[in-house]
């Protein structure tokens, strides 16, 4: 279970002015899994999050640590029981968007 001080964390979040917070796992050069506390949506943890999909995606390509252009797959939600798969388009070029879809498990 992704347990944590949800108090101290939105605090945290609120002060540094996060929108998100995404904790990730490296598989594969293109495979990721992920979870995403998200208290300030009032969720412990949310299952898919296409928005730290799509920035964790920018974030690789700016610092390098994927070769544009790639797709990656992010695994969320299966620690929850709500398995999601996002995939994530990184073009090249930093002035160009990242492309997200996936699947998620309607609640």
């Not at 001080?5 to 101290?8: E, I, Q, R």
């Given at each position: 279970d992704l347990d944590y001080?949800?108090?101290?964390l939105t605090?945290?979040?609120h002060r540094?002015?996060?929108?998100?917070?995404d904790l990730v796992?490296?598989?594969?050069?293109?495979?990721?899994?992920a979870r995403n506390p998200f208290p300030p949506g009032g969720v412990v943890e949310d299952p898919a999050t296409g928005a730290a999909a799509a920035a964790f995606g920018g974030y690789l390509r700016e610092l390098e640590l994927v070769?544009?252009?790639?797709t990656l797959t992010i695994h969320q939600g299966?620690?929850?029981?709500r398995p999601s798969t996002i995939t994530?388009?990184?073009p090249a070029g930093?002035?160009?968007?990242?492309?997200?879809?996936?699947?998620a498990v309607p609640i």
């Open positions: 001080d949800v108090p101290a605090a945290l979040m540094e002015g996060w929108t998100t917070v796992w490296r598989e594969s050069p293109t495979v990721f899994h070769s544009p252009p790639t299966a620690d929850m029981g994530v388009s990184v930093p002035h160009t968007g990242i492309g997200v879809t996936g699947t």
